[in-house]
């Protein structure tokens, strides 16, 4: 640990991402927590929102009043930094945050995919968070900007193919079936977010037109098919890549797109065959956990790829990756505060 | 009861009595949710998609 | 009801599938029960296992002793019906097979997906279970293949658009992506589909080269690119078919097919789009029934086709199917002992 | 099913209840439906709330304009029905009300546990709906009171130890430990019912003071300690029951109350020991259904009574038992419309 | 972490919870690990059974070959350890059994309750590993005896009110109504633990006579009315103790003797009433981590106390415990290498 | 940063610097929502119970 810990503050802390940051930044050995913003909670303890938090001392303060700070999160609703950047910049030298406000390289795509952008100008000077596709930028960066959960997974498991040239723009059509937990939708879902009528589901709820896929499109160069399920989980977001190369591939191939990209990746693991009851990626096997698993299939009867790559939306799609491109940034340890390995067995987290 | 045709999915949509323009109603076959824009005839196009967030 | 109802066995009596036979069976105006069997539990009463049928007066006998009934279901494993073939037949008028022993229409097809066939002079006798794609030769038919679960919410799904030419073999890939329950599995499930091991997955368990391909191939004329994953229901199988057609194609065609296919089908139902929580197929709105929901949505962006395909593999996925069939077979009432609605709300069914 | 069947309307059909009621009245051979109500759903059609009813013709009207009908079911918020009670006795000859508004046979009763009672004077016609505690009267009535779901679960659990003097109101305590679904709530539910939040409980929700110990109280005669918990699945309540009686007791007393009181029940199930799975008293297996099942134990050590109770409060605990209570009322069969006998296997109904 | 971590070995390393105290372990500052064993899975990597453990480089050998080690801990089926005790205590100078081999201070208790002893003489040697019970005693124990996980979560709740005196064996009845997860089996369930069974499920497992009771006598000096519930999580144990106490008691009487006993303890937290969502303890507000909540609430009504107590059967109810105590003995932070905080949102873990 | 008792557990609660009279804030000991009476010395009460339908 360093002599002195930098000061973090957290602005939407009573969300879900929010809480999750609260969490690393509490247990993050390079960190202390300064504040953590909350309009409908001010003033009550952290731990009357996030119950595994009650041992922290801390209260919720007004997300008007930012305290100057080494590093501020945001993890509010799309929209909200964009309109406050400017005073996120002045309380602190690093900003990250988890919207999607400042994750498209140019403001067209929010024209396209958003509702436009209200301070494009700080569009180029964002980093995408991601370290295992921008770790080189993100170094002394001071807007960072997380990625999507369901760009996340399906970025981390296409990124080795279209590294190795097996997938590209002209490839031909890539199908992404994503089937996600409900803490996607953050802590103020509705009607049809509640238990009984969300338990048990397999419900298409994006079809068609996601905005993800603005993000897959602007850092993979893919057009991708993509369709997203609610399933029955709190936790996870797992990808299902359909990929028909154009040239024949073999599985030696794949192997080594996959071992060449992320065999050096700390939060990285190859989970593909094998024996036993966990053969391929899934979102329980890292619950809880900064890690990402990927594998995949070669299918010999029509040459299709099949990629999977599962992740937990709350860390290694939000609040983990925002730690770790902060690590990356600041130049801590990479996994510092995202040690933690997951849990087995475990039910649904 | 009157029928119209649900623009969406094509199938007969029945209406009640005291339809008034501006009235939302759904296709029983599609789902589809559509304005009323005349009574009589009656006459209806989608309606405005609602910009719901539904579980994003 | 007839004056006298015709007599029924369940082979597999104990199984899941069986279960389902017995309750569909007790409830069935035209069947009353004569014989159930299960080895490892000969002499106890039904309820025993199924506890839903705890007021069902009957106890499972062996399958070594056939009696002599009108109509006898085996819902036994693959291999099974293939070895007792002519005593099922000698035993009964019409025998309705659930395993996927007569299902595909040529013993090459067994050679290449299975292990062979023995009793290959059979199955072209045999005819496929699914009304809605081969009713007029289900009547009268005195063997009768029940379809496999996924095979079967994959045809449904994309049958319209092949008979209208909207998809064919010439097409290009066809992705089916696929969600199924634990109850797919059968009473007898190995350490993998322990409630540990089992819960809260979102498991790739099919990556490739599912059996079910070789029913589709067989029904559709269609080479799919097939992925099977397991996720925490216990009944329930959801296909999303990704399709891709050569011309443009407009929401009025799509509508046209499918309107034109099901629109008269007792147990079809289209869902897709319109308001509320409930906009797309999914497998908990027919669980329990042998309700199969179907929709679809047009990606502007692509040219793709995603269509949605939900059915309970008990019901439309096994039980319900054959008992279908059997009523088309005998000239009964289409619905008759499939009339239960379903839940709402219902967890996970 | 008679020449002509009898008109019926549900009012608060767009609830949990409510739409369980439309399922029943739909399937029942006596009923037709005239109309279902909702505010919020005014002319949209039954279906797009309930996606088990998609096939019915019907939409929802307003409930300020009530038809005609023979019988009237509310499914009503408490409060509701007695400010309308005049109302819907005007509208029909028989009104079966689900809410609270008339279980209590004393306004003093009202006034301890809840706000008071607006029209007191209908207390004394109601009937309290469990046929099972209150058949003989049911028979003819005007005005019926649903049962609460855990007060259900809990009075069929001990009814039959106080009528064989087992247990009474010197006893010593009872303690009932209760679990309950989260369609308990109904439809409207909050942050607490949220998928996330609710998913994977076992929360003590009402830890003492829960307003059905009123109604047990009243039909019971008994005061008993009395503590909910929610867990997670969608519908069921299970109560355990503690039962410490005076003397001693044998499993024959025990057998003898309980088959005595219940064997010519038609929807209620002895479930006490035995082998396989399913030994005791389970939601789930009785999910959908409107059986209740009983079983207890012994415990040799404390001449303790440990009754097993379950129930699916949507069922038995509410939609069940109120067109079960009109079937007695009006003559009936005792099981039109009920017949459903629920599912194996099932997972989290 | 001191300068050279003590050698640790898990026998019954694929287990449950073996698998668990691996995990533990490798995250532990002051242990290495020598030695997982594994009669099933010897020389298979330890990922292969536990997937969160991928990244542990360590294979699973024979439990007949003990290594030399400063600590042994043995996570084997009832009757393994008094077999092998000697071995054991040979192979380390610190053993750690989580069994109910020497949970339990007399022989009579083994022959009452279980069949019999092998080895009493280790019986008077081996010290109760729960801390906050026993922490005098295992500072440098050489035999340390875990604790059950129901009887944990039930010590847990009722210790303050025994030694406040307001609960003792003169009191009457105390009503132990518990909830479990189906990880508490083990990993080698049965059919009754398959997916399909075991989902969703309120189920009575142990109606009466359950093994905990004996531990629950001998460390709180009291006859419990306990019964054991299975419900649907995988990790968790939830007791709620309903208690009626002699005279008079207060809810000033009741914070004192909780915050008297657990203020200063690293792993207790006391959660009762307040707003939100978590006002009394759960299980997967703990999950994952080895804290106990406890809570209560006074009944006006009837002089009852109801007390509420949450773990994770595998942390604080086995593994966690385990390390804990073993960081007593040794002499280690108590907390050490049991950091973790736990989720939220969080499914059913 | 000056300190309070907790009516309902007796804990001690932390309270900020601005506090105002009918703020709530919560015991992190017990979670008992608390009401501000009076800031100097500053005085806490239970909140009245907030009427909340819980789930049930
Ligand atoms: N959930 C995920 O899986 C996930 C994954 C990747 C990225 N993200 C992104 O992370 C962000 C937060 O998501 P979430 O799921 O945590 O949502 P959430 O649970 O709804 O939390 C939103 C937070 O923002 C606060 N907030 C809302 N409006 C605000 C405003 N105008 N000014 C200041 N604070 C405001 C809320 O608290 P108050 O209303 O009390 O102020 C709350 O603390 C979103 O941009 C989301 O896209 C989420
Ligand atoms: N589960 C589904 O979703 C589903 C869907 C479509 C089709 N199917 C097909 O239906 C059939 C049954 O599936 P299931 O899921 O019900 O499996 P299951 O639960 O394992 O039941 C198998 C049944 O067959 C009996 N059986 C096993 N071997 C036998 C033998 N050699 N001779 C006579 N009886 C034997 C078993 O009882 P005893 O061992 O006690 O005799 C048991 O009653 C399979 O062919 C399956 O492919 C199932
Ligand atoms: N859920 C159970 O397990 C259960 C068990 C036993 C008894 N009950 C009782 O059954 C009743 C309904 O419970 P529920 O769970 O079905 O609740 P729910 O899902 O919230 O449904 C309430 C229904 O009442 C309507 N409604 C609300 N306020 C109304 C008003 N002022 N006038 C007319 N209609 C109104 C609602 O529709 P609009 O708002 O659109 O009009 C909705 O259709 C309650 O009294 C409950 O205590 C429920
Ligand atoms: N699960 C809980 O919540 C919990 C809580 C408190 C205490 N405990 C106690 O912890 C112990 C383990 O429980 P668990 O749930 O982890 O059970 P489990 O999953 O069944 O694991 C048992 C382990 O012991 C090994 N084993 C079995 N028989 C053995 C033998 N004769 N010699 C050597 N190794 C043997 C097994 O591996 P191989 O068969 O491959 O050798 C396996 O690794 C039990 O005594 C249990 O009572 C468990
Ligand atoms: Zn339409
Ligand atoms: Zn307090």
């Known amino acids: 640990m360093s002599a002195s810990p930098l000061t973090a503050s957290v602005i939407g802390g009573s969300g879900f991402a929010g809480g999750e940051l609260l969490r690393l930044l509490a247990g993050h050995p390079e960190f202390e927590i300064t504040q953590a913003t909350s309009r409908s909670y001010t003033n009550k303890t952290v731990g009357s929102v996030h119950p595994n938090l009650r041992s922290l001392d801390l209260r919720f303060s007004d997300p008007a ?32 945050d988890l919207s999607a406000d ?31 596709i921008n770790r080189e930028n993100l170094e002394g960066a001071e807007l960072i900007a997380g990625g999507g959960c369901n760009a996340t997974a399906t970025i981390l ?52 037109s996601h905005r993800h896929e603005a993000e897959i499109g602007a850092y ?4 991708v098919s993509f369709t ?6 709190v936790r996870g ?20 797109a996959y071992r060449g990209a992320y065999e050096e990746e700390p939060f990285m693991r190859l989970v593909s065959g094998g024996g036993g009851v966990y053969r391929y990626p899934e979102p329980k096997a890292v619950a809880g956990t900064n890690a990402g698993e990927v594998g995949f299939e070669l299918d010999p009867s029509n040459e299709r790829v099949v990629v999977f790559s599962a992740i937990d ?37 | 009861m009157t029928q119209a045709e649900c623009v969406e999915c094509g199938a007969e949509v029945s209406l009640h009595d005291d339809l008034e323009v ?5 296709c029983g076959t599609c789902g589809a949710e559509l304005e009323v824009i005349d009574v009589s005839p009656p006459v209806l196009d989608r309606a405005p998609e609602l910009e719901e967030d539904w579980g994003e």
Chains 1, 3, 4, 5 share one sequence.
Not at chain 1, 173 to 190: C, F, M, R, T, Y
Not at chain 1, 228 to 233: E, I, S, T
Request: aromatic residues 6%.
């Open chain 1, 157 to 208: 498991g296409l990124k080795p193919l279209v590294d190795e040239g097996i997938l590209g723009p002209e490839t031909g059509e890539v199908v992404v079936d994503v089937k996600v937990g409900s803490s996607e939708g953050g802590a103020g879902g509705g009607a049809a977010s509640s238990h009984p009528e969300r338990s048990g589901v397999v419900r298409p709820y994006a079809p068609i």
């Open chain 1, 102 to 132: 400042f994750r498209l390289p140019e403001a067209d795509l929010y024209d396209e995919w958003y509702e436009g952008h209200d301070a494009p100008e700080y569009l180029e000077r964002a980093e995408y968070a991601l370290p295992e």
């Open chain 2, 22 to 26: 501006g009235e939302i109603i759904d």
């Open chain 1, 313 to 349: 939306n709350m860390m290694k799609g939000s609040a983990g990756q925002a730690v770790h491109a902060a690590n990356v940034a600041l130049g801590f340890e990479e996994t510092a505060g995202l040690e933690f390995q997951g849990l087995h067995p475990v039910g649904s987290p």
């Open chain 1, 65 to 96: 009043d930012l305290e100057s700070v080494d590093v501020l999160f945001a993890a509010t609703p799309h929209g909200v930094s964009m309109e406050r950047i400017d005073a996120f910049l002045e309380a602190a030298d690093t900003v990250v």
């Open chain 1, 228 to 233: 997203v399920h609610a399933v029955d989980m």
């Open chain 1, 237 to 256: 977001a797992s990808a299902t890549c359909h990929v028909f190369p154009d040239g024949p591939v073999s599985k030696g191939d794949l192997w080594g």
């Open chain 1, 220 to 223: 993979l160069g893919l057009d």
